[in-house]
Each structure stands twice: as structure tokens, then as C-alpha cells.
């Protein structure tokens, strides 16, 4: 069965950091672009940064340059971002995504709580 995982989420105070790690099976991992995405109540699904199946390249949106990296290991089949500086705008639940032609896989999603 193909399964996101996500994890690392949690409460962190502002200028804080967080690592989230989205553990992937049951299908080609190391095949597939993997996107983090985040995403606040009430408002729609946003990008926050994108990797190609090899890592070679990375994407991310604007307000994260700098301050967010994403990155994978294809033989953990796992895909992380790693957040430093958070801003208490950076609250929302974080998602795990995988995407190739067709397919298109989603995590569960793992909530960021960043707040004084």
C-alpha cells in the first residue's frame, strides 16, 4: 500500500527550527518529485518547497528562501524540510506529497505550531 508519513512536527517558539521527515513506501520513491506543502485553516493548500527524483534540483517558494531546505535520501526512501528562523506565519499542517505522470500521493499531514 503506498503510504506518506509524515513526522517532526510540533510547538516551537519563533526563530525556532524544526525538522520534518516524510517516510515513503510501497511505491518507486526514488521515481517520483516529492513537495512539501502547508496549509493554514480556512485558506488553500500552498507550496513550500519541491525536490526532483535525484535531489539534484529544489525549489521554494518565497517567503522560505533562506530559510527552509528540503532534501531526500532515496535509499531511506524519506524526504525531509528542514525549517530554521519559524515565524509564527509558518503555523499551518505541513504535507508530504509525491508526484509522477499520473500519480499523485499525499501524507496525513503533521501539524507546526510556532508561538511564544
Request: glycine share 12%.
Amino acid at each position: 500500500q503506498v503510504q506518506l508519513v509524515e513526522s517532526g512536527g510540533g510547538l516551537v517558539q519563533p526563530g525556532g527550527s524544526l525538522r520534518l521527515s516524510c517516510a515513503a513506501s510501497g511505491f518507486s520513491f526514488r521515481l517520483y518529485a516529492m513537495r512539501w506543502y502547508r496549509q493554514v485553516a480556512g485558506k488553500e493548500r500552498e507550496l513550500v518547497a519541491g525536490i526532483t527524483p535525484g535531489g539534484m534540483r529544489t525549489t521554494y517558494a518565497d517567503s522560505m528562501k533562506g530559510r527552509f531546505t528540503i532534501s531526500r535520501d532515496n535509499a531511506k526512501n524519506t524526504v525531509y524540510l528542514q525549517m530554521n528562523s519559524l515565524k509564527p506565519e509558518d503555523t499551518a499542517v505541513y504535507y508530504c506529497n509525491a508526484a509522477r505522470d499520473i500519480y499523485d500521493y499525499w501524507g496525513q499531514g503533521t501539524q507546526v505550531t510556532v508561538s511564544s
